[in-house]
């Protein structure tokens, strides 16, 4: 998981709620990929993480499969979306993915974290991923 924004826990332990959510890869929200829209919108919340795992192969409330295989014609391939924070904190983001619409999958179950850490960033340093060398 990624670190959260600031106002996130800083321990993060014990019973947890996991949030996922079944999106195409294709899906757009607020003209960004829709994944790309729901972490942003986690962070932005304060929630503990969130990250994004893309599919190989899968089909969903359309019955179309969608594969990464080289002969198929499909490039909108599954993604998922997952949070987990405490159970508060993860129903209280709920209204975020009502108000894109997401038309896909939620799902929310019950999890425990036995660990939550992170690298600590200094002022003025950025992270993986943020533009950092």
Known sequence: MTAGAAGASPRLGGPALRLTV??????????????????????????????????????????????ARLLSLSEDLPVAVVIVDA?????AFLPELDGLAVAGLVTLERCEVVRYAGQQVVAGERGPGEGGA
């Open 22 to 67: 079944l999106v195409g890869e294709n899906d757009r929200g607020h003209h960004r990929p829709l994944y790309s829209e729901i972490v942003h919108r986690a962070r932005a919340a304060g929630l503990a993480g969130a990250s994004v795992f893309r599919g190989i192969e899968g089909f969903g409330a359309s019955s179309l499969v969608h594969t």
């Open 87 to 91: 159970e508060e904190r993860v129903r």
